[in-house]
C-alpha cells in the first residue's frame, strides 16, 4: 500500500559558510500519482557528496542546475519501482535516479534506470562512488604496472576507492592524503595505503617527498590547491595527472581562495607532465562496467565499500554537514 504523504528536503536558504541545519526544512507533502511514462519509485537510499554543498550556491562553476530555494534537494538515489504506467518497468524493480531527499519520487522512464537483481548483496552499493574514482585512475591518470600513484583527498567517497582500483591496476605504492592522523591510520590497516600525508601535520610537499622518495608517476587529484601544487613537484617525468575534483574550493568558507593554483608551465613542459581535467558525465559508460567489478570484487573480497549509513531522510541534512565536516572515512549514505 502506497502512503498518502511523504517527506521531502528543501533547501531553505543559501549558506555563506559551512553547511548548517537551518539551511533545510523538511515538509510533508501528498506523493505524487504517475502519468503515462513516468514512474513513481519508493526511494530505499540516497547518497551525499560534497558537490552538493557548492550546489547550495546560486551561481557555481559546476555544470550541473544548482539547488533552489524551496524546492527538494536532487541526488543520487536508489528504489523500488511502486508503479509505471505505460513504461517497460514494473511494480518491485530496483532503479537508481537522481531524485533523492525525499522518500517518494516521480521520476521520468528515462531517467529512472533498471539494475540487475541481485548483483549487490546490498543495493546501497550502487551509490559507491567507484565509477569516478575507476574514471580517475584508468582514464585520467592512466595507471599502470609499477606506478607509484598519489590519491588526494583519500578518506573520502572517491579517494577510498580510488586506492585500492590503482591497486589493482598494478601500482606498487599508493599514497594517500587526508586531514587526520585517525584516518590516515585507518587508510593504511584498513584500505591498503603504503603511506598518507596529513594536512595540518606540516608541508604537503616535504610529507610527500618522504613518502614517495623516487617521486610519483599518477596523480588521482580530488582537492586541489597545495596538494595538486605538492603533486607536481614531486611529479616524475611523464606523470600523468588526473584532475577529479576541487575540495579545497568546494568545502571551503568563501570557494574561491582555496581553487587558485599557480602552475610553473615551463617545468611542465620540460617533464612532460600530462594535467587532465576528467568528469563522469563524460564517462557513463563505466557504470555498468563499474557496478560488474565492484560487485565481483565484493563477493570475492577483493574490494571493500568503506561508508556510513544514516538512517530517515530527516537524517539527510546532517549527513552533508557531517560529509563536508570531514567526519566519515568513505561514502555517507542515508537509508531512508
Known sequence: MVNRTHREVRLAARPTGPVTDDLFEIVEVPVPEPGPGQVLVRNTHMGVAAVMRTLMDETTDVPMPSFEIGAPLHGPA???VVAAPGTGLAPGDLVEHRLGWREYALVGADAAHRLEPGLMSDPAAYLSQGPTALMGIERGAEVRPGDTVFVTGAAGGVGSLAGQIARQFGAVRVIGSTGSRQK??????????????????????????EAAPDGVDAVFDNVGGEQLVAALAVANRGARIALVGALASQLSADGTAAARTELDTLSLLSRGITLRGIALYDHLDLIPQWNRRFAEGLRAGTLTFPHSRLHGVEQAPRALRELTEGRHLGAVLVEL
Open 78 to 80: 536508489i528504489g523500488e
Open 184 to 209: 590516515a591510520d585507518r587508510l593504511v590497516k584498513e584500505l591498503g595505503y603504503d603511506a598518507v600525508v596529513v594536512r595540518g601535520a606540516g608541508p604537503i610537499e616535504d610529507q610527500l617527498r
